[in-house]
């Protein structure tokens, strides 16, 4: 079944700040000095660092709390203030320190340059934060967000709590020290972090062999490197691997695009995907964000639509093997889908109104037929009238139909198992108990549903009333 991202817990710790746009358009240049001048037409406040990790988690519908440090003054009341308008639990600890913020001044949406305000909270009692983690329930995940302003000044303390607590850390790095983040579940370089603590890198086999020995040497269940164009790796201890090739079509601005991977890592992680699969939808969410201007975050329509143009197999007839890669990835976005079957031999109105039906129970529906010698040991030696591959071309061009798969067994009780769908759809003539494929559907938390069927049409009628004509 289909794990439901809004349903994740992510608690994330680390450096916020405040990141403020000035937008303009640029007409001319300084006669003060060769530097365009912006007529600033709009002022944004957004929350930035671990702030925009939260916000991705939100963006989701997902819980997210944050802890972090700040000042006591007018940009930690407009970072409250963001965050409290999508949901967000935060625990501020003020300090005499200003509260970062980084000022980017843009115009057609290229950033011409960037002020930052700032001091370090290095020298700040961290107590409150493990005190915050240790009194905080219901998370399951935790991120780390490391911007190297001192927030998390002492990794060590945080991951060993959370590991008491049972709570599974990612962690965004930062420095040439990755050994300050031993213990966690995962970290999530970018490939420039990672060769500044492995060494340079010059073919695919040192990225996996480094990875691997680091990720041992730190206890990680594994690293995950963010390539850029490249796409991304996670590289597991034992030295296995998996890669995946960006599909970001045009990027703006990378700003915050390992936030929201980070993010997404840890609500998939959450709520039960496995990393591989979390990795799938952490790279489909970063290339909605880098197609955006400034931190951004992505929601739920346009993970979908990501995950979408990642898909190798948007409609039609699939092999058995494809079709399983193919459930794996709908699942990933969510989507319920539907399974039939039959031998659809002479597609009629009652097949017809009979798939619509199915699939208006779900996001997609699989039709599953029977093989040319399954339907002859079903039907006889003068059936099918139709031959195997005909009728799987006709049924891929209904619009209701998404995928048709062959199976050779008289009945698909094989084939459902595999692919456990949420809905196992039959006509009415069944009794649920009757139904090839429900006890496994039902024992993996899906549905059995019948469906009525449309009087006075079969393949059976339609042969016989031509015999009776000729």
Known sequence: MQHNLSHAKVLVVGDIMLDRYYNGSTERISPEAPVPVVHVKSI???????????????????????????????????????????????????????????????????????VDFEENFLSEDKAKILDFIDTSSGYNTMVLSDYGK?????????????????????????????????????????????????????????????????????????????????????????????????????VYDVTGAGDTVIAVMAMAISVGYDYLSAMRLANAAASVVVGKVGTATVNINELHDALDEQSAFAHGVLSQKELLTAMKEVHLQGEKVVMTNGCFDILHAGHVEYLQKARSLGDRLIVAVNTDESVTRLKGSTRPVVPLEARMEVLSALQCVDWVVAFSEDTPQRLISEVLPDILVKGADYEVNEIAGAKEVIENGGEVKTIDLKPNYSTSYIINKIKSEA
Request: charged share 30%; hydrophobic share 35%.
């Open 150 to 250: 001192g927030t998390l000044s002492d990794p060590q303390s945080i991951i060993k709590l959370a590991k008491k607590k049972d709570i599974k850390i990612f962690v965004d790095p930062k420095g040439n020290d990755f050994s300050r983040y031993k213990g966690a579940s995962v970290i999530t370089p970018n490939r420039k972090e990672f060769e500044l603590v492995v060494g340079k890198c010059h073919t695919e086999k040192d990225i996996i062999d480094k990875g691997a020995e680091l990720a041992k040497a730190l206890e990680l269940d594994g690293i995950l490197v963010t390539r850029s164009a490249e796409g991304m790796s996670f590289i597991r201890h034992d030295g296995t691997y998996e890669h995946i090739p960006t599909i970001a079509k045009e």
């Open 44 to 114: 944004q406040n957004r929350a930035g660092g671990a702030g925009n990790v939260a916000l991705n988690v939100a963006s989701l519908s997902a819980k997210a709390s944050i802890c972090s440090m700040v000042g006591d003054d007018a940009e930690a009341h407009d970072l409250a203030r963001i965050l409290s308008d999508e949901n967000i639990d935060q625990h501020f600890i003020k300090t005499d320190k200003p509260t970062i913020t980084k000022v980017r001044v843009l115009s057609q949406k290229q950033q011409l340059i960037r």
